[in-house]
């Protein structure tokens, strides 16, 4: 069984910073990529960011400065700081986990609303 469990969501003012985390419980196998998608209203749902369990990460242009993806392996949390926030940056954000045991599968926390407004 395998949980996400997400927060650190919630309102800021435009220029401001919140700190999402993601604390996965239940069967992680050492091949996995944890990442952060989003869905805004009346769009799709998009890649914000990802990291791997080797280290790598990598970005969507609108975040690339502003946001960084980071991990703790030893508590199989990822966490996403997010700096220099704008009002498009206001969507539902969901942590996501990819774990290979043979075959891809799929992982999905509850969401977080983040809400960028003055």
């Known amino acids: 069984q395998v949980q996400l469990v997400e927060s650190g969501g919630g309102l800021v003012q435009p220029g401001g910073s919140l700190r999402l985390s993601c604390a996965a419980s239940g069967s992680i196998f050492s091949i996995n990529v944890m990442g952060w998608y989003r869905q805004a209203q009346g769009k799709q749902r998009e890649l914000v960011a990802r990291?791997?369990?080797?280290?790598?990460?990598n970005y969507a242009d609108s975040v690339k400065g502003r946001f960084t993806i980071s991990r703790d392996n030893a508590k199989n949390t990822v966490y996403l700081q997010m700096n220099s926030l704008k009002p498009e940056d206001t969507a539902v954000y969901y942590c996501?986990?990819?774990?290979?045991?043979?075959?891809?599968?799929?992982?999905w926390g509850q969401g977080t609303q983040v809400t960028v407004s003055s």
């Open positions: 996501n986990l990819k774990l290979y045991n043979g075959r891809w599968q799929d992982y």
């Open positions: 990291a791997t369990s080797g280290g790598s990460t």
